[in-house]
Nanobody, 115 residues
């Protein structure tokens, strides 16, 4: 069974940056489009960025121009570069197949944006 492990979260001030990583135990990134999702307290999980096997990307309007998703199929890893972070970006971030998370969800990585 494929496992997903997210890392790179933390506490950052508004306007700061973080880079998240997601590693998979199997070679799924060359097969599926992948995405970064987030879930804020009291809210539903939402898809914020996706990348196809060919490298085409899409973003939610709330993060467009600030977040960049990328992938390294050889390393079975995807990344989310987050710049100009806002308090409303505070959430637990997860990776999974896009647009529907068909793999068991990992633990996620907490991102907190606060001064």
């Amino acid at each position: 069974q494929v496992q997903l492990v997210e890392s790179g979260g933390g506490l950052v001030q508004p306007g700061g940056s973080l880079r998240l990583s997601c590693a998979a135990s199997g070679s799924i990134f060359s097969i599926y489009s992948m995405g970064w999702y987030r879930q804020a307290p009291g809210k539903q999980r939402e898809l914020v960025a996706s990348i196809t096997t060919r490298g085409s990307t899409t973003y939610a309007d709330s993060v467009k121009g600030r977040f960049t998703i990328s992938r390294d199929n050889a390393k079975n890893t995807i990344y989310l570069q987050m710049n100009s972070l806002k308090p409303e970006d505070t959430a637990v971030y997860y990776c999974n197949v896009s647009p529907i998370g068909i793999i068991s969800w990992g633990q996620g990585t907490q991102v907190t944006v606060s001064s």
